[in-house]
């Protein structure tokens, strides 16, 4: 797959193009746009072969929940007892709270493009949502976030039918998460930060 380099004067471009995008970022018009360009790439070169109905790979959805059971198994391991109860959600039986692990693999840039029901946050009272970011090696990135970072978060990210987008970028050890209308939100400090899982704050 061909790494493509965006420069801040393209970006700027980008965002100029995503104006007339009422519900859409100026991620979303270069996600579309690189997806466009590889999918193109794809074709010509036939480096891909094309999945059939049955499907010879897995699926989005299969990919989520293969991650999201290699990291439930790694939180068990470390005595946070936890099960997954409903897609996404987990069930945290030491604090008797529900935790949210939308998942993705990695994509173009450093970037993950995550998403969750806006309004399961609200009716499962949950006490932190986990992003789980799955490298190209295999390795997934925990960004644990505790409940005032949810609050503080939440409310200002982007909504597409009803569901939250989180756009995570990485930039060397640094992690953000792109606020639209605002910037990049650091979550470094959320890193690995699972001792949250183990905290009653309801």
């Known amino acids: 797959m061909p790494q493509i380099q965006v420069s801040d004067e393209i970006y700027r471009r980008i965002e100029r193009l995503a104006i007339p995008f009422v519900d859409r970022t100026p991620e979303d018009v270069l996600r579309r746009m690189l997806d466009s360009f590889e999918e193109g790439n794809r074709t010509k070169a036939s480096r891909r072969p094309a999945i059939s109905a049955a499907g010879s790979g897995p699926s989005r959805k299969d990919r989520g929940k293969q991650i999201r059971e290699q990291y439930i198994a790694r939180l068990q391991a470390e005595d946070i007892d936890v099960r997954i109860e409903d897609g996404v ?7 008797k709270s529900w935790v949210a692990f939308p998942s993705a693999t990695e994509g173009r840039l450093g970037r993950w493009w995550l998403g969750l029901g806006e309004e399961d946050i609200s009716q ?11 490298h190209e090696s295999g390795t ?12 503080e978060i939440v409310p200002r990210l982007s909504q597409s039918k ?8 990485r ?21 690995g930060a699972r001792e949250v899982l183990r905290l009653k704050v309801r």
């Open 89 to 95: 959600w987990g069930y945290l039986e030491v604090t």
């Open 124 to 134: 499962k009272q949950c006490a932190a949502i986990v992003l789980l970011c799955c």
């Open 140 to 151: 997934i990135t925990d960004i644990v976030l505790p409940l005032h970072a949810v609050d």
């Open 162 to 169: 009803g569901h939250l987008k989180f756009n995570v970028r």
């Open 171 to 191: 930039t060397g050890n640094r992690w953000e998460l792109m606020i639209p209308r605002v910037g990049p939100f650091d979550v470094s400090e959320y890193i």
